[in-house]
């Protein structure tokens, strides 16, 4: 059958024709219009654009085993031909149907603004294993692959550097105040100043601004080295002087400089570039390139501190700097070339525009920082940082995160170091303990991985942190117990501080994704350096604390105080599961159990 439109009146100049086709009886009847001629057939169908002369008409239409009509289009080239029959017994328009296209394209009844999607198409159902392996597929493996290989070479410079600097400073002086000062300016300098490079990294391109930080952080790093080599060849001054030199002046800000670049980088690549070459739909694959990142990142700690350490035994600290110095130059032009490899070979997408930057005028206008006073502008966005990350929907992840950096005294660090050392316990006893630690963290990017395919992200992350406190619980009570004095009490106690490093680590790794899945992607790098920031502003507290109680004999104070930072960190993490709010049920609405 057909669909004839009858209406009382003159005829209208311009009449639509289309070809009927028989419908079998199995067919569905549905309607289809096509959006390149939508705009004229839109308007006789729909009574609000009605022209006024037809405001008189009575329009009766029906409807009766309509198969598919393929297009509705004027043709008034064809207005007459074949309607000499139809003419000589009314005089009314007549509106033929065709259906010829059923087999190719699908329907769809348009309203309003929907008529871009215009063809329908079938999904299959996936199976539970299709869709594990769809999850486990980055999006970009090519892309990230050249990622590990820029993060292998720029963090193994970065590690490097940590380790060497401390090392060559201490050699100009025993006292540990030149490297405290270094060390509490490099801090601040990450407290005060890691909000607006977020902001910067916020507004710029990725790759351009990623190079860009990459050569400021090499030029930085360079003229640490040439500073360093200049105080070892000068005569040796009294401790206190050497805080008023300009070449220690000049180290300070270099070194503020390139913390600075170092964790902007670092932010870029473990929050939003790995986001984009692994796929924000596909958990289990990003799960595995946070793993794979982390992995990288110890085995360059381990592996830049070892290397700097063979360079030392053998030969002066002058020419250590300057074998440094020629990695840097080496390394610098690699990441950068394996910068752009990742873009082309993810076919440009870190080229594409962060949301902040897509929408309209008024509000990308307001997202250009103002050069005119960069003392206020500097403030504005630091307020503006830690504004965003109060209001962050994954907050209480990240504040469970920041209290772990309380915890200075039960982990590898110079407090723990100096404690084993005054307890009389052998130096190779000592290393291996960092050793182990580091490795434990290693084997925490492949438990990690497993936990969330098997848990989830959500889940995953409270059984590191509760496998965490409980360990470290159970360290506390053998310190109080008072038998640290013989050695296999020790050594047991140190067991418990390398095993709770597999908890540590592993919230870590999820911990990141966990961030990852709930910040905008336009404001990644801000909320991400103030987390840093804050995270850095716990650490100095509690090594203020140490400062004042730096006495060995408080170390069991230290220790509970450390404690107590992780069980909150697993209360509150844990809290957060039970009572989610709805914007984050809407975040990990796939998670089970927080839907």
Aim: proline content about 5%.
């Amino acid at each position: 059958m057909g669909v004839v439109i009858m209406a009382h009146g003159q005829p209208s100049a311009a009449l639509h024709r289309l070809h009927t086709h028989p419908a079998s009886p199995s067919s569905s009847s549905y309607l289809r219009l096509r959006p390149p001629h939508f705009s004229s057939a839109g308007r006789w169908l729909n009574p609000h654009f009605a022209p006024a002369r037809l405001d008189a008409f009575s329009l009766k239409c029906s409807l009766t085993s309509i198969d598919v009509l393929d297009s509705v289009a004027t043709a008034t080239e064809e207005v007459f031909e074949d309607t000499a029959s139809l003419e000589s017994n009314c005089s009314i328009p007549v509106v033929h149907l065709k259906s010829d296209t059923l087999e190719t394209e699908g329907i769809n009844l348009l309203v309003g603004g929907t008529y871009v999607d215009t063809i329908l198409t079938t999904l299959p159902v996936l199976s539970e294993e299709e869709q594990n392996a769809i999850a486990a597929t980055p999006a970009h493996p090519a892309g990230l692959y050249a990622l590990y290989a820029s993060c292998l070479a720029g963090n193994l410079v970065e590690q490097l550097w940590n380790f060497a600097w401390p090392a060559a400073i201490s050699l100009i002086h025993p006292s540990l105040l030149p490297v405290a000062v270094l060390g509490f300016f490099a801090k601040v300098a990450v407290i005060v100043g890691g909000p607006l490079v977020g902001k910067l990294m916020d507004y710029f391109p990725r790759v351009p601004a990623y190079n860009c930080l990459t050569i400021v952080q090499g030029a930085a790093q360079l003229l640490s080295v040439g500073m360093i080599i200049h105080a070892h060849t000068i005569h040796p001054t009294p401790v206190s002087s050497v805080l008023v030199q300009p070449w220690f002046v000049v180290l300070v800000i270099a070194l503020a400089v390139e913390r600075l670049c170092g964790l902007a980088l670092g932010v870029a690549m473990e929050r939003d570039w790995v986001v984009l070459l692994a796929g924000t739909s596909r958990p289990i694959a990003l799960a595995q390139a946070n793993a794979i990142l982390s992995r990288i990142d110890l085995l360059c700690e381990i592996a830049g501190a070892s290397l700097f350490g063979v360079f030392l035994s053998q030969h002066e600290p002058v020419t250590c700097l300057k074998l440094a110095a020629g990695l840097m130059i080496w390394s610098l032009p690699v990441v950068v070339v394996l910068t752009w490899l990742t873009n082309m070979l993810s076919a440009g997408v870190l080229d594409r525009a962060k949301c902040s930057q897509c929408c309209c005028g008024s509000s990308s206008a307001d997202s250009i920082p103002d050069t005119s006073n960069i003392f206020a502008t500097s403030v504005e966005v630091i307020k503006n940082g830690w504004f965003e990350y109060i209001q962050q929907p994954v907050l209480p992840a990240s504040l469970a995160y920041v209290l772990l950096y309380f915890n200075v005294v039960l982990a590898p660090g110079s407090l723990m170091t100096a404690f084993l050392t005054q307890h009389g316990l052998n130096p190779t006893l000592i290393g291996g303990f960092s050793g182990l630690c580091a490795f434990m963290g290693v084997a925490a990017t492949f438990v990690s991985a497993k936990m969330v395919k098997r848990l989830g992200i959500l889940k995953a992350g409270a059984a590191g942190l509760i496998f965490q406190a409980s360990l470290l619980t159970l360290a506390v009570a053998v310190y109080w117990s008072g038998s640290l004095s013989q050695k296999v009490p020790v050594l047991f106690f140190l067991c418990l501080i390398v095993l709770s490093r597999l908890g540590h680590m592993s919230y870590d790794v999820v911990g990141a994704q966990i961030l990852q899945t709930g910040i905008p992607a336009s404001k990644v790098n801000l909320i991400g350096t103030t987390e840093v920031a804050v995270a850095s502003l716990a650490e100095s507290a509690m090594l203020g604390v140490a400062i004042i109680a730096n006495d060995v004999s408080n170390f069991g104070v230290l220790a509970v105080l450390s404690l107590l930072s992780v069980v909150g960190a697993t209360c509150l993490y844990c809290s957060w599961l039970k009572s989610p709010t709805d914007t984050q049920r809407s975040l990990f609405s796939s998670e089970p159990g927080f839907s």
